[in-house]
């Protein structure tokens, strides 16, 4: 195992009671960035530390706070994405179940060296229960004298909130999440003006992941130096990676980034291998909007080196022969899935999430849905194939917000890897029915318990 | 996405929907975590509140009575509850079940998980038993992906789900047992 910095103590009992949090180290880095630094320093720090969103984009947080608009008299806010909705992602949730006070002593470090007094926690709705455990934790960090007015004599001033969303992928998008957190329809709203400039209604906003914002408690009490120090080249510190599908341990997972895609797959600490004891045939590492790579992908790059867990290693070799980190949603697929019915799937979970405000987005979702479901069930030809590839062009780069392109990147991919399985299901319109039926007759219940 | 609100008449609310004293407590404790001017913001809590209180579904009065409530258009509640595809704004039965279909839970075998509801509860997807305590659906990935294949219902969720897990949760829903923990 490596080195746990965000969940050194998620299996100690009652961790998520502010006492215990407490006795384990925890607000540390509130008192320490309060009481020693100032708002600047704490800014130099994450940006030191070379920290890297950890929704999915990727993007360097301190870079992301320094471009926070400041203009005299206008309040600034500090959102959390906690709309978690990306298939194979479920690493958020855990945190906040387990250490809810992680992400409440993150986030007022972050508000402090951002300058907001009143920030919010924005859930997605099905994580109902978590919104209460979040506003059970915070209740207690506001009896502890850790939010509210002068916080630990310091002068400074945080009211944090939670708010629910209704069950809507897109709002994970931030201008989406905003537009949500207004009270309105998620259409993602067009950039520039970025968010940074104007955001939750009209003022410089900062929204950054769950993990982003645990991430700073570990870089303001260390140093960002420190934490900069692990991880590979760009690739700094520990990521949380949630392992499903076909694996024999599924499971949430913080690595040191750098360890081996082999290592992470079949190691005994672990997801352990494939379920069941079968092969593996493919994965998506990044959530379901990156490319799918076939088997012999998945541990080595194309150039014959051993695939590495990062930023960097997991997209090395491009679109072509790569993928990405993503969201760290590590979905395995073993030997009996079908790619066509995965890809389907995926495409289904897109047009139904669509918010219907681009054209290329709404029409071309749908469409895709249509005729992969056509091939999945032997009912489509082989024009099919690149009829796919032709919508894809006409959806990505011609949106507002990157849904489109995450609708288009995974079919893209599985078509450049898989063709073959695609062909097949043309030529073989009767045994692709068949094969696919009893495909799923024959999964049971619940392999990878 | 839920696309109308076309409800037919018979199936409104016959009378106006109101919190009760101590949810409207919460109602207002909601509305007051928002900087002055900005209460539109609490709509969607409120309509989870109202949901939970009035049968589980979104009536037109219901949706009225929230944009009463936040001083709002209501065009500006309909348009959020037509958005959101957690809420219902059809009548619906006691307990919804929502089974993920979406790809990490369908490796794990989610679409038995479907059918074997199904036959179970004698409906089928989109469908509410005839004595209105089950409806059954399907919902884009949940966030359970490593859990699967596995349904929530309310604010629970029910993971690792087997063909004996699914017998013993319907038997303790439509005993009043919502407290299982499976």
Same mark, same amino acid.
């Given at each position: 195992?490596?080195?746990?910095?965000?969940?050194?103590?998620?299996?100690?009992?009652?961790?998520?009671?502010?006492?215990?949090?407490?006795?384990?180290?925890?607000?540390?880095?509130?008192?320490?960035?309060?009481?020693?630094?100032?708002?600047?320093?704490?800014?130099?720090?994450?940006?030191?530390?070379?920290?890297?969103?950890?929704?999915?984009?990727?993007?360097?947080?301190?870079?992301?706070?320094?471009?926070?608009?400041?203009?005299?008299?206008?309040?600034?806010?500090?959102?959390?994405?906690?709309?978690?909705?990306?298939?194979?992602?479920?690493?958020?949730?855990?945190?906040?179940?387990?250490?809810?006070?992680?992400?409440?002593?993150?986030?007022?470090?972050?508000?402090?060296?951002?300058?907001?007094?009143?920030?919010?926690?924005?859930?997605?709705?099905?994580?109902?229960?978590?919104?209460?455990?979040?506003?059970?934790?915070?209740?207690?960090?506001?009896?502890?004298?850790?939010?509210?007015?002068?916080?630990?004599?310091?002068?400074?001033?945080?009211?944090?909130?939670?708010?629910?969303?209704?069950?809507?992928?897109?709002?994970?998008?931030?201008?989406?999440?905003?537009?949500?957190?207004?009270?309105?329809?998620?259409?993602?709203?067009?950039?520039?003006?970025?968010?940074?400039?104007?955001?939750?209604?009209?003022?410089?906003?900062?929204?950054?992941?769950?993990?982003?914002?645990?991430?700073?408690?570990?870089?303001?009490?260390?140093?960002?130096?420190?934490?900069?120090?692990?991880?590979?080249?760009?690739?700094?510190?520990?990521?949380?990676?949630?392992?499903?599908?076909?694996?024999?341990?599924?499971?949430?997972?913080?690595?040191?980034?750098?360890?081996?895609?082999?290592?992470?797959?079949?190691?005994?600490?672990?997801?352990?291998?494939?379920?069941?004891?079968?092969?593996?045939?493919?994965?998506?590492?990044?959530?379901?909007?990156?490319?799918?790579?076939?088997?012999?992908?998945?541990?080595?790059?194309?150039?014959?080196?051993?695939?590495?867990?990062?930023?960097?290693?997991?997209?090395?070799?491009?679109?072509?022969?790569?993928?990405?980190?993503?969201?760290?949603?590590?979905?395995?697929?073993?030997?009996?899935?079908?790619?066509?019915?995965?890809?389907?799937?995926?495409?289904?979970?897109?047009?139904?999430?669509?918010?219907?405000?681009?054209?290329?987005?709404?029409?071309?979702?749908?469409?895709?849905?249509?005729?992969?479901?056509?091939?999945?069930?032997?009912?489509?030809?082989?024009?099919?194939?690149?009829?796919?590839?032709?919508?894809?062009?006409?959806?990505?780069?011609?949106?507002?917000?990157?849904?489109?392109?995450?609708?288009?990147?995974?079919?893209?991919?599985?078509?450049?890897?898989?063709?073959?399985?695609?062909?097949?299901?043309?030529?073989?319109?009767?045994?692709?029915?068949?094969?696919?039926?009893?495909?799923?007759?024959?999964?049971?219940?619940?392999?990878?318990? | 996405?839920?696309?109308?609100?076309?409800?037919?008449?018979?199936?409104?609310?016959?009378?106006?929907?109101?919190?009760?004293?101590?949810?409207? @407590?919460?109602?207002?404790?909601?509305? *007051?975590?928002? $900087?002055? =001017? /900005?209460?539109?913001?609490? +709509?969607? !809590?409120?309509?989870?509140?109202?949901?939970?209180?009035?049968?589980?579904?979104?009536?037109?009065?219901?949706?009225?009575?929230?944009?009463?409530?936040?001083?709002?258009?209501?065009?500006?509640?309909?348009?959020? @509850?037509?958005?959101?595809?957690?809420? *219902?704004?059809? $009548?619906? =039965? /006691?307990?919804?079940?929502? +089974?993920? !279909?979406?790809?990490?839970?369908?490796?794990?075998?989610?679409?038995?998980?479907?059918?074997?509801?199904?036959?179970?509860?004698?409906?089928?997807?989109?469908?509410?038993?005839?004595?209105?305590?089950?409806?059954?659906?399907?919902?884009?990935?949940?966030?359970?992906?490593?859990?699967?294949?596995?349904?929530?219902?309310?604010?629970?969720?029910?993971?690792?789900?087997?063909?004996?897990?699914?017998?013993?949760?319907?038997?303790?829903?439509?005993?009043?047992?919502?407290?299982?923990?499976?």
């Amino acid at each position: 195992m490596g080195r746990r910095l965000l969940l050194e103590h998620d299996a100690v009992p009652g961790i998520e009671t502010f006492d215990v949090y407490r006795k384990h180290g925890g607000y540390r880095s509130v008192e320490k960035a309060l009481k020693t630094m100032s708002p600047q320093e704490v800014v130099e720090q994450v940006q030191l530390a070379g920290l890297r969103g950890r929704g999915g984009a990727g993007f360097p947080t301190g870079m992301k706070w320094s471009f926070l608009a400041k203009p005299e008299g206008v309040p600034r806010y500090l959102l959390c994405n906690a709309d978690e909705s990306e298939p194979g992602t479920f690493k958020d949730r855990y945190l906040m179940e387990k250490i809810p006070h992680l992400l409440i002593e993150g986030m007022i470090t972050s508000s402090y060296a951002l300058g907001c007094n009143l920030s919010f926690i924005y859930i997605r709705g099905e994580y109902m229960w978590i919104l209460e455990i979040l506003e059970k934790a915070i209740a207690e960090a506001y009896a502890k004298g850790f939010l509210g007015k002068n916080i630990l004599g310091s002068g400074f001033d945080l009211d944090l909130r939670v708010a629910p969303g209704g069950g809507a992928y897109i709002c994970g998008e931030e201008t989406a999440l905003i537009e949500s957190l207004e009270g309105k329809r998620g259409n993602p709203r067009i950039k520039p003006p970025f968010p940074a400039v104007k955001g939750l209604w009209g003022c410089p906003t900062v929204v950054n992941n769950v993990e982003s914002l645990a991430a700073v408690v570990p870089i303001v009490n260390d140093g960002g130096e420190e934490y900069a120090k692990i991880g590979v080249g760009k690739s700094t510190g520990t990521k949380l990676i949630s392992a499903c599908g076909n694996l024999a341990r599924p499971g949430v997972y913080e690595i040191e980034m750098g360890m081996t895609v082999e290592e992470f797959i079949y190691g005994d600490d672990w997801c352990r291998g494939i379920a069941n004891g079968k092969k593996l045939k493919a994965f998506v590492p990044g959530g379901s909007s990156v490319p799918i790579l076939p088997h012999y992908l998945v541990t080595k790059t194309a150039a014959g080196d051993d695939r590495i867990m990062s930023y960097e290693g997991l997209s090395e070799g491009g679109f072509a022969t790569g993928s990405m980190l993503g969201s760290g949603g590590f979905i395995v697929f073993d030997e009996d899935q079908c790619i066509v019915r995965n890809t389907w799937n995926f495409a289904r979970f897109y047009a139904h999430e669509s918010c219907g405000q681009c054209s290329p987005c709404r029409e071309g979702t749908a469409w895709m849905e249509k005729v992969l479901h056509r091939l999945e069930n032997g009912q489509g030809n082989m024009r099919d194939i690149d009829l796919l590839a032709e919508i894809n062009k006409k959806i990505e780069g011609n949106t507002i917000c990157p849904l489109g392109d995450a609708a288009a990147w995974p079919v893209a991919a599985a078509i450049r890897h898989f063709r073959d399985e695609f062909e097949w299901h043309v030529n073989q319109p009767i045994e692709s029915q068949k094969r696919n039926y009893g495909l799923s007759k024959e999964i049971s219940f619940a392999t990878n318990i | 996405m839920s696309s109308h609100v076309h409800i037919p008449i018979s199936e409104r609310h016959s009378e106006k929907p109101v919190f009760s004293p101590e949810k409207m @407590a919460e109602v207002q404790r909601v509305i *007051n975590e928002y $900087p002055e =001017g /900005k209460s539109k913001s609490a +709509v969607i !809590r409120i309509l989870h509140f109202a949901e939970d209180e009035f049968g589980g579904w979104l009536s037109i009065e219901t949706m009225d009575y929230v944009a009463e409530i936040l001083n709002i258009e209501p065009i500006e509640v309909y348009e959020v @509850a037509t958005f959101y595809t957690m809420f *219902n704004v059809e $009548p619906i =039965g /006691k307990y919804v079940f929502e +089974v993920c !279909r979406t790809g990490p839970c369908m490796l794990v075998g989610s679409d038995n998980t479907i059918e074997y509801i199904e036959n179970k509860l004698d409906i089928k997807v989109g469908e509410t038993t005839k004595d209105k305590m089950f409806t059954l659906k399907t919902a884009e990935c949940l966030g359970a992906c490593g859990y699967g294949p596995m349904l929530q219902c309310g604010k629970k969720y029910h993971e690792h789900l087997t063909k004996e897990k699914v017998d013993t949760l319907i038997d303790a829903y439509r005993a009043g047992n919502t407290n299982i923990e499976i």
